[in-house]
């Protein structure tokens, strides 16, 4: 285990118990990913999003571990965390190869799980925050009997595979009863979706945690596009 490179749990823990804006690097241009990173974090962001997917839960191929450690000594010495989301099938044959490349946090698919609450052991085992993802259509109830297993539970707004899709509103009265469901100390995360248009309705669902994939990285300039959706979180009370 002392290979695996993580931001230390305090760091980890201050980022999941705050309003944070996670931009997705699905969105950045990869021949400028390290400039683009450094852009949205001189901004003030502080948890990078990294989308993998596998071409079998989802219709589309993006990034394994070598991406995530590439670029993890960049967000870690910015005082940053990774925020890893595995869209893909079988994720416990992975969970660890992430770990060692860096991941802060990993988040699997219930869908994609068979031994869901063993893979989210094996996921702190190896030092991360563990979470959960559910798509849109998945019944909340799935989240039932792990809410004790998980750091964070993350809801799609979107159905994943792709950035730039549009956001399902049908989505955010299951955020909120997600929030009465996990313990105030789980976090909620969303992804899909999420622009300046959508924002407030997604602050107003209880989330804490934002993923922001083309709203940020697909804008012309990607650190003011950060930085106006961090205003809006920070017009709530939220920053």
Not at 32 to 47: K, N, S, Y
Not at 200 to 207: C, T, Y
Request: charged share 15%; net charge negative; glycine share 8%.
């Amino acid at each position: 285990m002392d290979d695996f490179v993580i931001q230390s749990p305090t760091v980890s823990d201050y980022f999941l118990r705050t309003y944070q804006l996670a931009p997705s690097i699905l969105s950045a241009d990869f021949s400028r990913l390290g400039e683009h990173i450094r852009q949205v974090m001189d901004a003030g962001v502080r948890v990078i999003h990294v989308d993998v997917m596998d071409g079998h839960f989802v219709p589309n191929i993006t990034i394994g571990p070598v991406v995530v450690s590439g670029i993890a000594q960049q967000v870690h010495e910015a005082g940053g965390i990774l925020d890893v989301h595995l869209m893909i099938e079988n994720p416990e044959r992975y969970v660890d190869d992430f770990a060692r490349a860096g991941s802060d946090w990993i988040c699997i698919h219930a869908e994609a799980a068979t031994h869901l609450n063993m893979t989210l052991s094996q996921i702190r085992a190896a030092g991360c925050k563990a979470g959960v993802s559910l798509n849109p259509a998945t019944p909340l109830v799935t989240l039932q009997e792990v809410t004790k297993d998980i750091d964070f539970a993350l809801m799609m707004t979107v159905n994943p595979g792709f950035s730039g899709q549009q956001f399902i509103a049908s989505v955010l009265p299951k955020i909120k009863r997600a929030r009465q469901l996990l313990p105030p100390e789980v976090a909620i995360e969303v992804d899909g979706g999420v622009a300046p248009d959508t924002i407030e309705a997604v602050l107003d669902s209880g989330a804490n945690l934002l993923v922001a994939g083309s709203a940020v990285f697909g804008a012309p300039d990607p650190a003011q596009a950060a930085q106006g959706l961090m205003a809006s979180m920070a017009r709530r009370g939220a920053g």
